[in-house]
């Protein structure tokens, strides 16, 4: 029993000695252990709270695009990027509240919208169809250079067709027709060949006295196909 008692204490002694030397560091280990834990689910929460209101208001701003209802509108938009510019919805709502000052004449309005998607997106290929859109408005107050310096500008590789295409209608329309028809040429190198879309295109680049359309293809149409799907399309 003496013996028993012995190792006993002998295994207290080395416990308290291990935790003297150990246990302050122990315990700041296991406290940021289960400060991080929370942390992590608290910022997850937030996430979540963040997105589901700022999904609320996209919703608001949908709803008073097809409804016609331009002060809904500006002030669910309003609220949207003041609040949860960082989230997905932001850019989405901007584009569709772009759209709708479009229609309503407001052009410098939807310019700013779009160019707010541009600065603010996370997304590459929403800024690609702000920076689309911006230039079509530019293009169409006449502002050629600035047109051209939004469409040279980083895009995905997707978009490389329709921005070579609003390239040459740039350069076209400021009477540099040389320069517009090796837009259009790199537009049709990059537009996929089965897309309706070409037509189109080689319509303007014939105009320009570019190459002829290739034998068998399709007649090009009178007016240009539907542009892809995209939200929150300005000029039309």
Known sequence: ??????????????????????????????????????????????????????????????????????????????????????????????????????????????????????ENSREDELKAVARYRLAEALLDDKQYDQALATLDAKHPDAFAGLFADLRGDALASAGRAAEAKSAYQAALAKLDNKSPYRNYVQVKLDSLGGDAAPAGAAAAPAAPPAAPVVPGTPVK
Request: neutral net charge.
């Open 1 to 118: 029993m003496a013996v028993y008692d012995i190792e006993e204490q002998e295994k207290l002694e080395d416990l308290k000695a291990f935790w003297q030397r150990w246990g302050t560091l122990i315990s700041v280990a296991v406290i940021a252990i289960c400060v991080a834990y929370i942390g992590v689910q608290g910022w997850r929460w937030w996430q979540h709270r963040q997105a589901e209101e700022a999904s609320v208001l996209y919703g608001a701003v949908a709803g008073a695009v097809r409804g016609a209802d331009l002060p809904k509108a500006r002030d669910a938009m309003g609220q949207l990027a003041g609040r949860f510019a960082g989230t997905g919805y932001a850019p989405r709502g901007a584009l569709l509240y772009a759209k709708m000052l479009w229609d309503n004449g407001d052009k410098a309005g939807a310019r700013t919208q779009l160019s707010w998607v541009v």
